[in-house]
């Protein structure tokens, strides 16, 4: 029988976040990110998003989780280390890479089924609780919550950083109507010191300042979402972009990841551009289809594996499968 009128205890919610696999969790307050909204205007403002149009929606619900959920009282932010050795042998003239996280089961399903685990174990407990969970899709700004639930910093590559995962940590929160006996304090710890080494590897110069993101410039972007006007060189990226993560030293030092739903499912150094031009849909689907690639479906990558501008190279490439 579940207690009435209780706040939840914050014990309970951390052990509950580790029985479910997640490796780290921290609990915050709901609040306006006041000083997040002016910074998001001036990026608007400034073109940054490019032709991301998701990004200037729901911007009232954006800087308040009161407003995205009403009634809320807690968030609950919880993190889960990607790390392999997938990206450790890329080199910069390596063709056809693929950011780490991509090479996996698709995060936003496995993360959710954890965030839904642990609501339902606390919901034994807690018969009034209710919650939402949100992984990535919400306009939730779930790196700065994760900063208020003392999990790490932004990074000036506009990631979070944690001292023991570094940045290589998919994110989940759950909004909760009920207070927790205790808050976690915002990260406050050493941050990113006078090191710049993302801002001097980002192979496309879209880290513009501190924390500032072109999409515009930037390869994950790219050859994922946006439909640039620019011409970019993907320097081999064929979907994601991970060379600002690659050289952080806390990454370097990063524990791998323990749960098995993030080992990788393929090696993308094992596929030879010739292999990526002559797979049609159905070999596709039966390689990838539970990975992220799926997100940008074949035509995109192929069109990625050609350096993301010369659209008709592999027209040839099929004619050649068609004449054999
Ligand atoms: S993902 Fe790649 S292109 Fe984008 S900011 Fe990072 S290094 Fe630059
Ligand atoms: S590479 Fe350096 S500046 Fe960039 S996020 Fe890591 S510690 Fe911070």
Redesign the pocket.
Known sequence: MGRINSMISYKQIKSVASQVGFDLCGVARPRLFEQNREAYGRWIDAGYDSTLEYMRRNLDKRFDVSALVEGAQSVVVCAVSYKSDINSFYQPHTQNKVASYACCRDYHKTIKKMLLQMLSRLQQEYSQLQGRAFVDTAPLLEKQMAVEAGLGWI???S?L?TPRFG?YVLLGELVLNLAVDSYDEPYSGV???E?????QACPTGALVEDMVVDTSRCISCHTIEAESHNRLDLSGWIFGCDE?QM?????KQAESHHFAAFNPLFDPMAISTQQWLAMDEEEFAERFSSTPLKRSGLERIKRNVCGGVKVDCYADSSADDTDE
């Open positions: 990074g000036r590559q990631l950083v940045s941050g990113c010191g090191c710049r080494r993302c801002l600002c050289c952080c030293p806390y990454n």
